[in-house]
Protein backbone atom coordinates (compact mmCIF):
# COMPACT_ATOMS: atom_id res chain seq x y z
CA UNK A 1 0.00 0.00 0.00
CA UNK A 2 2.90 2.50 0.92
CA UNK A 3 4.55 1.09 -2.73
CA UNK A 4 1.17 2.48 -4.83
CA UNK A 5 0.98 5.69 -2.57
CA UNK A 6 5.10 6.38 -3.43
CA UNK A 7 4.42 5.49 -7.22
CA UNK A 8 1.03 7.51 -7.14
CA UNK A 9 2.72 10.58 -5.58
CA UNK A 10 5.41 11.12 -8.98
CA UNK A 11 8.74 12.72 -7.17
CA UNK A 12 11.51 14.06 -9.45
CA UNK A 13 14.96 12.67 -9.28
CA UNK A 14 17.28 15.02 -10.50
CA UNK A 15 20.04 12.25 -9.23
CA UNK A 16 18.87 10.40 -12.95
CA UNK A 17 17.73 13.02 -15.20
CA UNK A 18 21.06 13.19 -16.89
CA UNK A 19 20.15 9.40 -17.73
CA UNK A 20 16.66 9.26 -18.17
CA UNK A 21 16.09 12.47 -20.35
CA UNK A 22 19.39 13.76 -21.25
CA UNK A 23 20.10 12.50 -25.07
CA UNK A 24 16.10 13.34 -25.45
CA UNK A 25 16.52 16.86 -24.07
CA UNK A 26 19.62 17.30 -26.13
CA UNK A 27 18.54 15.84 -28.99
CA UNK A 28 15.16 18.41 -29.27
CA UNK A 29 17.41 21.37 -28.91
CA UNK A 30 19.96 20.36 -31.75
CA UNK A 31 17.21 19.87 -33.75
CA UNK A 32 15.89 23.91 -33.03
CA UNK A 33 19.15 25.19 -33.09
CA UNK A 34 21.87 23.02 -35.07
CA UNK A 35 24.60 23.34 -33.20
CA UNK A 36 25.73 20.91 -30.65
CA UNK A 37 28.02 22.79 -28.48
CA UNK A 38 24.71 25.46 -27.22
CA UNK A 39 22.76 22.55 -27.29
CA UNK A 40 24.65 21.13 -24.64
CA UNK A 41 24.65 24.46 -22.88
CA UNK A 42 20.73 24.94 -23.16
CA UNK A 43 20.85 21.50 -21.79
CA UNK A 44 22.47 22.06 -18.68
CA UNK A 45 21.30 25.22 -18.29
CA UNK A 46 17.48 23.38 -17.89
CA UNK A 47 19.28 21.13 -15.83
CA UNK A 48 20.38 23.47 -13.38
CA UNK A 49 16.83 26.05 -13.78
CA UNK A 50 14.98 22.68 -13.03
CA UNK A 51 16.76 21.74 -9.84
CA UNK A 52 16.41 25.49 -8.64
CA UNK A 53 13.14 25.54 -9.45
CA UNK A 54 12.04 22.37 -8.33
CA UNK A 55 9.53 23.26 -5.68
CA UNK A 56 7.16 24.61 -8.70
CA UNK A 57 7.01 20.81 -10.37
CA UNK A 58 3.25 20.04 -10.00
CA UNK A 59 3.23 16.12 -10.10
CA UNK A 60 0.11 16.92 -13.19
CA UNK A 61 2.48 16.32 -15.85
CA UNK A 62 5.88 13.54 -16.40
CA UNK A 63 8.74 14.82 -15.03
CA UNK A 64 10.07 14.51 -19.08
CA UNK A 65 7.48 17.26 -20.13
CA UNK A 66 8.44 19.25 -17.40
CA UNK A 67 11.81 19.79 -18.37
CA UNK A 68 11.12 19.80 -21.98
CA UNK A 69 8.86 23.05 -20.82
CA UNK A 70 12.01 24.46 -19.41
CA UNK A 71 14.01 23.42 -22.38
CA UNK A 72 11.57 25.30 -25.09
CA UNK A 73 12.29 28.40 -22.77
CA UNK A 74 15.82 28.10 -22.53
CA UNK A 75 15.73 27.67 -26.71
CA UNK A 76 13.47 30.98 -27.46
CA UNK A 77 15.95 33.14 -24.83
CA UNK A 78 19.43 31.56 -26.69
CA UNK A 79 17.53 32.39 -29.99
CA UNK A 80 16.90 35.86 -28.78
CA UNK A 81 20.44 36.28 -27.99
CA UNK A 82 22.41 35.01 -31.28
CA UNK A 83 19.46 37.12 -32.65
CA UNK A 84 21.77 40.57 -30.95
CA UNK A 85 25.08 39.32 -31.48
CA UNK A 86 24.25 38.68 -35.77
CA UNK A 87 25.98 40.92 -37.57
CA UNK A 88 24.52 43.76 -39.65
CA UNK A 89 25.08 42.35 -43.09
CA UNK A 90 22.74 39.72 -42.19
CA UNK A 91 19.90 42.67 -41.88
CA UNK A 92 20.39 43.28 -44.87
CA UNK A 93 16.99 41.16 -45.96
CA UNK A 94 15.24 43.32 -49.11
CA UNK A 95 15.47 41.47 -51.77
CA UNK A 96 14.51 37.95 -52.48
CA UNK A 97 17.12 35.30 -53.62
CA UNK A 98 17.50 35.79 -56.99
CA UNK A 99 17.88 32.09 -58.33
CA UNK A 100 14.47 31.25 -57.75
CA UNK A 101 12.66 34.18 -59.78
CA UNK A 102 13.46 35.58 -63.09
CA UNK A 103 13.77 39.64 -63.69
CA UNK A 104 9.69 39.71 -64.23
CA UNK A 105 9.31 37.77 -61.47
CA UNK A 106 7.86 34.60 -62.31
CA UNK A 107 8.92 31.09 -60.80
CA UNK A 108 12.61 30.69 -62.98
CA UNK A 109 12.85 27.96 -65.75
CA UNK A 110 14.38 25.09 -63.75
CA UNK A 111 11.90 25.09 -61.06
CA UNK A 112 9.01 25.45 -63.39
CA UNK A 113 10.24 22.23 -65.34
CA UNK A 114 11.47 20.57 -62.73
CA UNK A 115 8.98 17.56 -62.53
CA UNK A 116 6.51 18.30 -59.37
CA UNK A 117 7.66 15.77 -56.60
CA UNK A 118 5.26 16.88 -53.65
CA UNK A 119 7.01 16.71 -51.19
CA UNK A 120 4.44 14.94 -49.25
CA UNK A 121 5.66 11.30 -50.59
CA UNK A 122 8.54 12.23 -48.25
CA UNK A 123 9.27 9.00 -45.58
CA UNK A 124 9.07 10.83 -42.29
CA UNK A 125 12.70 9.60 -41.29
CA UNK A 126 14.09 11.70 -44.42
CA UNK A 127 11.51 14.43 -43.88
CA UNK A 128 13.29 15.25 -40.37
CA UNK A 129 16.73 14.74 -41.71
CA UNK A 130 16.25 16.82 -44.83
CA UNK A 131 14.84 19.78 -43.08
CA UNK A 132 17.67 19.71 -40.51
CA UNK A 133 20.04 19.78 -43.79
CA UNK A 134 18.19 22.64 -45.25
CA UNK A 135 17.79 25.10 -42.23
CA UNK A 136 21.65 24.59 -41.84
CA UNK A 137 22.07 26.19 -44.71
CA UNK A 138 19.72 29.54 -44.22
CA UNK A 139 21.29 32.49 -43.02
CA UNK A 140 20.61 31.99 -39.51
CA UNK A 141 18.38 34.67 -38.94
CA UNK A 142 15.71 33.05 -40.94
CA UNK A 143 16.07 29.50 -40.01
CA UNK A 144 15.62 30.71 -36.07
CA UNK A 145 12.00 32.58 -37.09
CA UNK A 146 10.99 29.35 -39.09
CA UNK A 147 11.98 27.36 -35.99
CA UNK A 148 10.04 29.84 -33.52
CA UNK A 149 7.24 29.37 -36.07
CA UNK A 150 6.55 26.35 -37.15
CA UNK A 151 8.36 24.25 -34.66
CA UNK A 152 7.52 25.67 -31.34
CA UNK A 153 4.43 27.44 -32.93
CA UNK A 154 5.29 30.66 -31.33
CA UNK A 155 3.38 33.39 -32.44
CA UNK A 156 3.86 35.91 -34.83
CA UNK A 157 3.44 39.16 -32.07
CA UNK A 158 5.38 36.88 -30.10
CA UNK A 159 8.35 36.70 -31.90
CA UNK A 160 8.75 40.03 -33.02
CA UNK A 161 8.75 41.01 -29.24
CA UNK A 162 11.32 38.31 -28.27
CA UNK A 163 13.54 38.85 -31.47
CA UNK A 164 13.12 42.78 -31.09
CA UNK A 165 11.88 43.06 -34.58
CA UNK A 166 9.08 44.25 -37.01
CA UNK A 167 6.59 42.69 -38.02
CA UNK A 168 7.15 43.53 -41.55
CA UNK A 169 10.50 42.60 -41.12
CA UNK A 170 9.48 39.20 -39.95
CA UNK A 171 6.88 38.30 -43.09
CA UNK A 172 9.92 38.89 -45.21
CA UNK A 173 12.18 36.49 -43.10
CA UNK A 174 9.63 34.06 -43.03
CA UNK A 175 8.66 34.13 -46.67
CA UNK A 176 12.95 33.95 -47.69
CA UNK A 177 13.18 31.25 -45.22
CA UNK A 178 10.50 29.32 -47.26
CA UNK A 179 10.83 29.86 -50.13
CA UNK A 180 14.41 28.49 -49.90
CA UNK A 181 13.59 25.63 -47.36
CA UNK A 182 10.85 24.27 -49.33
CA UNK A 183 13.31 24.42 -52.34
CA UNK A 184 16.24 22.89 -50.88
CA UNK A 185 13.81 20.00 -49.28
CA UNK A 186 13.13 19.20 -52.92
CA UNK A 187 16.48 19.35 -54.36
CA UNK A 188 18.08 17.55 -51.46
CA UNK A 189 15.45 14.65 -51.74
CA UNK A 190 15.59 14.69 -55.73
CA UNK A 191 19.47 14.13 -55.35
CA UNK A 192 18.70 11.46 -52.73
CA UNK A 193 16.26 9.78 -55.03
CA UNK A 194 18.83 9.38 -57.50
CA UNK B 1 -1.60 41.59 -62.42
CA UNK B 2 0.68 40.50 -59.08
CA UNK B 3 3.88 39.04 -60.40
CA UNK B 4 4.85 34.80 -58.59
CA UNK B 5 7.48 36.43 -56.71
CA UNK B 6 5.01 38.62 -54.75
CA UNK B 7 2.18 36.29 -54.70
CA UNK B 8 4.63 33.92 -52.87
CA UNK B 9 5.22 36.19 -50.44
CA UNK B 10 1.52 36.52 -49.90
CA UNK B 11 0.92 32.98 -49.96
CA UNK B 12 3.71 32.56 -46.65
CA UNK B 13 1.63 35.63 -45.08
CA UNK B 14 -1.36 33.72 -45.32
CA UNK B 15 -0.05 31.36 -42.92
CA UNK B 16 0.26 33.61 -40.79
CA UNK B 17 -2.54 36.49 -40.67
CA UNK B 18 -5.77 36.98 -42.22
CA UNK B 19 -4.68 38.76 -45.36
CA UNK B 20 -6.66 41.97 -46.35
CA UNK B 21 -9.78 41.79 -48.26
CA UNK B 22 -7.52 42.80 -51.57
CA UNK B 23 -4.61 40.74 -51.15
CA UNK B 24 -6.93 38.01 -50.28
CA UNK B 25 -8.75 37.94 -53.61
CA UNK B 26 -5.60 38.89 -55.74
CA UNK B 27 -4.23 36.22 -54.21
CA UNK B 28 -7.27 33.52 -55.24
CA UNK B 29 -7.29 34.45 -58.72
CA UNK B 30 -3.68 33.85 -59.31
CA UNK B 31 -3.91 30.47 -57.64
CA UNK B 32 -6.39 29.60 -60.09
CA UNK B 33 -4.07 30.55 -62.82
CA UNK B 34 -0.62 29.47 -61.31
CA UNK B 35 -0.19 26.02 -60.87
CA UNK B 36 3.28 27.20 -59.70
CA UNK B 37 1.68 29.60 -57.08
CA UNK B 38 -0.56 26.54 -56.17
CA UNK B 39 2.55 23.63 -55.84
CA UNK B 40 4.51 26.40 -53.70
CA UNK B 41 1.80 26.85 -50.81
CA UNK B 42 0.75 22.76 -51.32
CA UNK B 43 4.30 22.80 -50.17
CA UNK B 44 4.41 24.89 -47.14
CA UNK B 45 1.32 23.73 -46.23
CA UNK B 46 2.69 19.98 -46.32
CA UNK B 47 5.62 21.29 -44.32
CA UNK B 48 3.94 22.68 -41.71
CA UNK B 49 1.35 20.22 -41.19
CA UNK B 50 4.23 17.39 -40.68
CA UNK B 51 5.99 19.48 -38.59
CA UNK B 52 3.27 19.71 -36.25
CA UNK B 53 2.17 16.30 -35.99
CA UNK B 54 5.38 15.08 -34.56
CA UNK B 55 6.58 18.24 -33.47
CA UNK B 56 7.93 16.68 -29.57
CA UNK B 57 9.29 13.58 -31.36
CA UNK B 58 13.06 13.36 -31.55
CA UNK B 59 13.74 9.95 -31.51
CA UNK B 60 14.45 10.17 -35.50
CA UNK B 61 17.71 11.75 -34.05
CA UNK B 62 20.90 9.78 -33.43
CA UNK B 63 22.85 12.39 -31.40
CA UNK B 64 23.77 12.00 -27.92
CA UNK B 65 25.40 14.04 -25.20
CA UNK B 66 28.59 13.75 -25.39
CA UNK B 67 30.54 11.93 -22.20
CA UNK B 68 32.09 15.08 -21.73
CA UNK B 69 28.94 17.14 -21.12
CA UNK B 70 27.42 14.12 -19.58
CA UNK B 71 29.80 13.84 -16.77
CA UNK B 72 30.22 18.00 -16.41
CA UNK B 73 26.32 17.66 -15.88
CA UNK B 74 25.77 14.55 -13.89
CA UNK B 75 28.61 16.48 -11.47
CA UNK B 76 26.49 19.59 -11.46
CA UNK B 77 23.62 18.13 -10.49
CA UNK B 78 25.13 15.51 -7.74
CA UNK B 79 26.31 19.12 -5.92
CA UNK B 80 23.99 21.45 -6.03
CA UNK B 81 20.68 18.59 -4.46
ZN1 LIG C 1 2.40 32.24 -59.74
Known amino acids: MENMIEVDNKKLEP ?5 EHGDFLYRYAVSRMRNSESSEEVVQ ?14 AKGTERAWLLGILKRKIIDFIRER ?22 GNWNKDIQSAGY ?21 LPSRQADVFVLREMEDQGTATICSELEISASNLWVLLHRARLQLSNCMKMSWKLDSE | MRTCKEVSKLISESLD ?3 PLRQRIA ?8 RFCRRFRKDLQYIRG ?20 RDRIQRLLDSES
Open chain 2, 17 to 19: RKL
Open chain 2, 27 to 34: LKMHLVLC
Open chain 1, 83 to 104: TRTVSLSEEKIIDLPDTLFDQS
Open chain 1, 15 to 19: ASWVE
Open chain 2, 50 to 69: HIRQQTDDVSIYEEKLSDIA
Open chain 1, 117 to 137: TPLCSLERKDFWRILGGCLKK
Open chain 1, 45 to 58: ETFVAALKHIEQYQ
